[in-house]
């Protein structure tokens, strides 16, 4: 499957961005999916992730209860809703998909599918 994520952009401290990551190739519909950022000079972290069927949705400490991951089936397409946005948000995005598994995880190589990014900054 290809994926392909926007929706990012400059912000201030306190607002909210919604970036999507649509599907093009297959439906992703059987995918567990998630979304990962980088900062510059770090690795790439694990922010949410949501199962294939939408039961469970998981997130990194520093983006719960403010960050809020969704799938739109129907359009083939998975969201990630940030509010509160702060400066330690700014990173590059990147969604990713991997096949239905019976345990979430929160690690880049468990994923084999990566849009391309789209960059967040959040300014103080």
């Known amino acids: 499957v290809q994926l392909q994520a926007s929706g990012g952009g400059l912000v201030q401290a306190g607002d909210s961005l919604r970036l999507s990551c649509a599907a093009s190739g297959r439906t992703f519909s059987g995918d567990d999916l998630a979304w990962f950022r980088q900062a510059p000079g770090k690795k790439r972290a694990f922010v949410a992730a949501?199962?294939?069927?939408?039961?469970?949705?998981i997130y990194a400490e520093s983006v719960r209860g403010r960050f809020t991951i969704s799938r739109d089936s129907a359009r083939d397409t998975m969201y990630l809703q940030m509010n509160g946005l702060k400066p330690e948000d700014t990173a590059v995005y990147y969604c990713?998909?991997?096949?239905?598994?019976?345990?979430?995880?929160?690690?880049?190589?468990?994923?084999?599918?990566w849009g391309q990014g789209t960059q967040v900054t959040v300014s103080s």
């Open positions: 949501i199962s294939w069927n939408d039961d469970i949705t």
């Open positions: 990713a998909a991997r096949s239905k598994s019976w345990r979430m995880s929160r690690f880049s190589s468990n994923y084999n599918s």
